[in-house]
T-cell receptor, first 116, second 115 residues
C-alpha cells in the first residue's frame, strides 16, 4: 500500500531534549516536505526536499533541522525543543514535486508533539 | 507572497442540505493550482478536489464542486447532499504552477453536520 509513515503519532517531551520525528515513504517520491499545523493558523511549511541531499527552508524553519540521506526518509529534528514548537506535524511527499496536472501530495497521519 | 483566506472559521449544515465554504486568495501569478483538503478527527489530510487555474471549467468530484472565479480570486467549495461523514476541518490551499512546491494553506473552516 502506498503510504507516508510518520512516527511517533504522539510525543510528549521537555524543553531542550533533542528529538527526531521520522518520516518514510514507499512510493519512490522525489519530493518530501514537513508542515506544522496550529489552531487558527492552518498548515505552514517548515522544510522541503526535492531530492537526496537537497533540502531547503519553508516558511517557519527556525528551530528545526532535516536531512535527506536516502530517498525514502526525511526525518525532522528538533535539537532543543521549546514550548512554542508544540504543534501537529505532517510529513508529505509527491512524485515530482512540480505542479503537474496529475500530481498529488500524500500526507502522513501526523505527529502531535507537546513540549513542556 | 501568496496568501489564502478562509473567512468562515465555523460552518454548520443539516444533513442532506447543501453548504458552501468560502476561500479567497491573493497572487500575482497567472498559472497555479487550488485545492480543498478535508481533515476529519482522524487528522488525516484528504484531498477533496483540485482546480487548475488555466481551466475555466469548474472541477467536480461527486457531491463536491467548486466555484472558481479567477478574476475575483475566489475558490469556494460546495458540498451537496451533506452527510455526517462530511464533518471535518476543510482547508483551502494554493500552489504555484512552477517554482516553489509549497502548498499555502488557509486557516481552515470547521464544518459541522447536524442530523
Amino acid at each position: 500500500e502506498a503510504q507516508v509513515t510518520q512516527n511517533p503519532r504522539y510525543l510528549i517531551t521537555v524543553t531542550g531534549k533533542k528529538l527526531t520525528v521520522t518520516c518514510s515513504q514507499n512510493m519512490n517520491h522525489e519530493y518530501m516536505s514537513w508542515y506544522r499545523q496550529d489552531p487558527g493558523l492552518g498548515l505552514r511549511q517548515i522544510y522541503y526536499s526535492m531530492n537526496v541531499e537537497v533540502t531547503d527552508k519553508g516558511d517557519v524553519p527556525e528551530g528545526y533541522k532535516v536531512s535527506r540521506k536516502e530517498k525514502r526518509n526525511f526525518p525532522l529534528i528538533l535539537e532543543s525543543p521549546s514550548p512554542n514548537q508544540t504543534s501537529l506535524y505532517f510529513c508529505a511527499s509527491s512524485l515530482l514535486g512540480v505542479g503537474t496536472v496529475n500530481e498529488k501530495l500524500f500526507f502522513g497521519s501526523g505527529t502531535q508533539l507537546s513540549v513542556l | 507572497a501568496q496568501t489564502v483566506t478562509q473567512s468562515q472559521p465555523e460552518m454548520s449544515v443539516q444533513e442532506a442540505e447543501t453548504v458552501t465554504l468560502s476561500c479567497t486568495y491573493d497572487t500575482s501569478e497567472s498559472d497555479y493550482y487550488l485545492f480543498w483538503y478535508k481533515q476529519p478527527p482522524s487528522r488525516q489530510m484528504i484531498l477533496v478536489i483540485r482546480q487548475e487555474a488555466y481551466k475555466q471549467q469548474n472541477a467536480t468530484e461527486n457531491r463536491f464542486s467548486v466555484n472558481f472565479q479567477k478574476a475575483a480570486k475566489s475558490f469556494s467549495l460546495k458540498i451537496s447532499d451533506s452527510q455526517l461523514g462530511d464533518a471535518a476541518m476543510y482547508f483551502c490551499a494554493y500552489r504555484s504552477f512552477l517554482g516553489s512546491e509549497k502548498l499555502v494553506f488557509g486557516k481552515g473552516t470547521k464544518l459541522t453536520v447536524n442530523p
